[in-house]
């Protein structure tokens, strides 16, 4: 898939949040879980931050890492969902989702280049964070398998979103870009961790 499709799937997922205006903590049975999925991770900033980030990183590290780590992510998400849903507790939750805006920001800003085994451990090890807090956040009206179907799917959209622009690392001034939007990242997540964000 080159760019511009990727740059597709964005704007139009960008299309379909404001196209509605449904809050990400309202709506019930299967669509109004769907809808509530969905919007969930869009509007919570420290997991915009670090889902983009895994698509960077994705992207920055090249093939297999382009499509493992954005399919690694939701599917142990996912498993940490279904966690948050089940009631069954995860420690810091907060933290690890803070913590992994900084540590995947650090990873980009450092060009980090571990074998693909270890990098798809630490993005899925932060999934179950992100994951949990989207199931205990399950509005009790949504139905949980379309509100986890919408979380997965924003995530994945979110994750291309990251890889679009971690495409630029084919020439050097992408490279530059890519890696201080790490830091960016990177600084989020102390952001996050502090509490000043």
Do not use: C
Request: zero cysteines.
């Amino acid at each position: 898939m080159d760019t511009r499709k990727y740059l597709s799937w964005v704007v139009a997922a960008v299309l379909m949040v404001f196209a509605t205006s449904v809050s990400a903590h309202e709506g019930t049975g299967v669509a109004g879980g769907f809808v509530s999925g969905f919007l969930h991770p869009i509007f919570g900033w420290d997991h915009v931050v670090a889902m983009v980030a895994v698509g960077l990183w994705g992207a920055f590290l090249g093939n297999p890492a382009i499509w493992i780590l954005p399919v690694v992510f939701p599917l142990v998400m996912a498993f940490g969902g279904a966690l948050g849903v089940l009631g069954v507790p995860v420690p810091a939750v907060e933290t690890g989702i803070a913590g992994s805006a900084l540590v995947l920001g650090i990873l980009v800003a450092v060009a980090a280049r571990p074998p693909i085994w270890v990098a798809a451990v630490i993005v899925g090890a932060f999934a179950i964070f992100h994951g949990h807090a989207h199931g205990t956040e399950l509005p009790h009206s949504a139905n949980p398998l379309s509100y986890s179907v919408g979380f997965v799917l924003s995530t994945g959209l979110l994750h291309l979103f990251g890889i679009a622009f971690g495409l630029l690392v084919r020439w050097p001034a992408g490279k530059i870009a890519v890696q201080a939007g790490g830091g960016l990242i990177a600084l989020a997540g102390i952001g996050f961790l502090t509490g000043i964000v």
